[in-house]
Structures are given as C-alpha cells and as structure tokens.
C-alpha cells in the first residue's frame, strides 16, 4: 500500500503564495498517475492538478490554471504544488493522491495523504 505523507499548508494573506509538498513511501511518481486534490468546507473533493507517470500535460483545474503549478522530482520521489496569486476561494484541505490502475484520469485515485490545511485569507 502506497503512504502519502503531505507538507507545505498555512495560513496566507489573498496574493501570496505557498508551496506544499508530498512524499511517497515508494517508488510511485514516475510509476503512477498523480494528483492534488482539494476539499473545502461543505464541498465536494476536487482534483487541482494533476500528472501521467509518463509526465505528459499536467492537467489544471480552470480556475488555478496561470497560478498553480505541479512539478516532481522523481529521484526523491516527491510531488510539488506552487500556489502563487492565492484567492479566498483556495482554501481548504489539499490531498496528494495517486492513481494505481490509471483509469479515468485525472479524476479517479486509489490512495491519498491526510492532506494539508490551506488557508486565503481576504
């Protein structure tokens, strides 16, 4: 079983930015399908951002595409996510999740972290 461990999350002022971060216990980000995910209070979880194992396009939510990005290092078997321009509507809980079976991407993930509180303030 796949443990995702999940880092990076705060509280920031609307424009800033932060950075969050996400260890596998395995050789999994150049193997699988990755992504983040977010869950805001009384919404549904959604995919942010997400990348194939084979590094093609990463996918974007619409509304964080231009300020977000997803990178990874597959020597050290991390995922990132930069948040730049940060708005109100950001916040949440931000999971690093990855797809085993590589069905339905990018919205279908078999393990996930225990995610990552962000938190825009206006």
């Known amino acids: 079983q796949v443990q995702l461990a999940e880092s990076g999350g705060g509280v920031v002022q609307a424009g800033g930015s932060l950075r969050l971060s996400c260890s596998a216990s395995e050789r999994t980000v150049n193997k699988f399908n990755m992504g983040w995910l977010r869950q805001a209070p009384g919404k549904e979880r959604e995919v942010v951002a997400a990348?194939?194992?084979?590094?093609?396009?990463?996918y974007y939510l619409d509304s964080v595409k231009g300020r977000f990005t997803l990178s990874r290092d597959n020597a050290n078997n991390m995922i990132y996510l930069q948040m730049n321009n940060l708005k109100p509507e950001d916040t949440g809980v931000y999971y690093c999740?990855?797809?085993?079976?590589?069905?339905?991407?990018?919205?279908?993930?078999?393990?996930w972290g225990q995610g990552t509180q962000v938190t825009v303030s206006s």
């Open positions: 990348i194939t194992w084979s590094a093609g396009l990463p």
């Open positions: 999740a990855v797809d085993i079976t590589g069905q339905d991407f990018p919205r279908r993930y078999d393990y």
